[in-house]
């Protein structure tokens, strides 16, 4: 899986999907999510990243970052790794 390549990103956490004109905003751990998903990173390299850096709980983390995948696969900005 992986962003979209039309899909904008800035460093701030905008997200620009130019086929639907939509804009959505992401927290400051939304971009860092995005911008490791964008570099190619594994799901557990970047639960192992973030667990490490905030403290979090690996379940917890998987939980929440399932959901937020969920979330930017409804909003068709993701690809799958077979597209």
């Not at 999510?33 to 639960?47: D, L, M, R």
């Not at 403290?55 to 998987?62: A, G, I, K, L, R």
């Not at 929440?64 to 930017?72: A, C, K, N, R, T």
């Amino acid at each position: 899986m992986k962003i979209k390549k039309n899909i904008a990103v800035s460093d701030a956490g905008m997200i620009f999907n130019p086929d639907t004109g939509e804009t959505f905003t992401v927290n400051p751990l939304g971009a860092e999510i995005i911008s490791a998903v964008k570099e190619g990173s594994s799901p557990e390299n970047i639960s192992k990243a973030v667990t490490e850096k905030y403290n979090v709980e690996p379940s917890t983390f998987e939980k929440d970052y399932d959901d937020f995948i969920g979330l930017l696969r409804n909003f068709s900005l993701l690809e799958e790794d077979d597209q």
